[in-house]
């Protein structure tokens, strides 16, 4: 694939991941909920428990794509952009195993514009400049925890916004993108008392917009000065130092909010390794019995 045809391919990627945005009345500075928005766009979306899966697309007998719930939250969340990028372009039925994704090497064009359009989708320039805006960072100076915290908001892994900021977006530099590639996102979870088979989300007082999406056994990393609401989703593990730390241990709805303050955020919790139609993926064990 020559140059040329492959920035032509970019562009229509981002006009296109910029028009969805559009019919799915998404701010420009706004993190995507890619789940969401392939629903508005008129795909089935459905978890499935198969370790080899990334992804599918079907266009038969409806608009469908289906998503491997064994992923890391960051890699379905992408998948799930990748997929519908195959819906909006019209592509016939696609198949993604863990191996199609990680080879980026002579991949079609098809695949490559996917790939492309979820990028854009997931991490729009403006929304990311706002987000660095926001917080008082800079891309140039970013640490590891900044990072991660960054790919919190928009849902996507560690390593994927790196890449995105140093080859999409061209705001971080080469060497400083390299230096942060070589930490390790676990070490970043261990810090706050996580396995590296859980993810962890940690909230501050810019984050809006979208829901705080969580498995059971996640870790919610609040800054002091917040809480949240009486239940039995979340349970405060740890209040030390300027954070407060939380565990998920029940499905359903909770919310995070500042004490005295006007922010606040919706959390989202769904079963480990969900399987089944994605609009249900957050209701209590009760409810689902019914």
């Not at 372009?89 to 790939?115: I, P």
């Not at 403006?126 to 991660?148: C, H, M, Y």
């Not at 800054?223 to 029940?250: F, M, V």
């Not at 922010?263 to 019995?289: C, H, M, P, T």
Request: net charge neutral.
């Amino acid at each position: 694939m020559d140059n040329k045809h492959r920035q032509e391919l970019v562009r229509s990627a981002a006009l296109k991941a910029e028009r969805v945005r559009l019919s799915a009345e998404i701010p420009q500075s706004a993190p995507v909920d890619p789940v969401d928005v392939a629903i508005k766009c008129g795909c089935e979306v459905v978890f499935m428990r198969l370790p080899s899966l990334e992804g599918m697309y079907s266009t038969v007998p409806r608009p469908a794509i289906v998503i491997g719930s064994e992923r890391p939250a960051g890699r379905r969340a992408y998948t799930c952009a990748h997929e519908l990028a195959h819906h909006i372009f019209k592509h016939e039925t696609k198949f993604d195993d863990l191996n199609t994704l990680k080879d980026n090497s002579g991949k079609v064009d098809e695949e490559f514009v996917a790939d492309a359009f979820a990028g854009f989708l997931l991490m729009s320039q403006t929304a990311i400049i706002r987000a660095l805006k926001d917080r008082g960072w800079s891309a140039n100076t970013l640490q590891p925890e900044q990072v991660f915290r960054l790919a919190n908001f928009f849902g996507v892994g560690y390593s994927s916004m790196i890449n995105h900021l140093a080859l999409s977006l061209q705001i971080l530099p080469r060497t400083k993108a390299a230096e942060l590639q070589r930490v390790m996102p676990g070490k970043i979870k261990a810090k706050y008392g996580s396995s590296g088979k859980s993810e962890v989300v940690i909230l501050d007082y810019n984050w809006s917009f979208r829901a705080v999406d969580l498995e059971i056994g996640d870790t919610l990393v609040l800054p002091q000065g917040a809480g949240t609401e009486p239940g039995n989703r979340l349970e405060l593990i740890s209040n030390e130092g300027d954070h407060l730390i939380y565990r998920a241990i029940n499905s359903g709805l909770a919310r995070a909010f500042c004490a005295g303050g006007d922010w606040a955020a919706n959390v989202r919790i769904s079963r480990k390794n969900y399987k089944g139609l994605a609009q249900y993926r957050f209701l209590e064990d009760s409810e689902i019995e019914i």
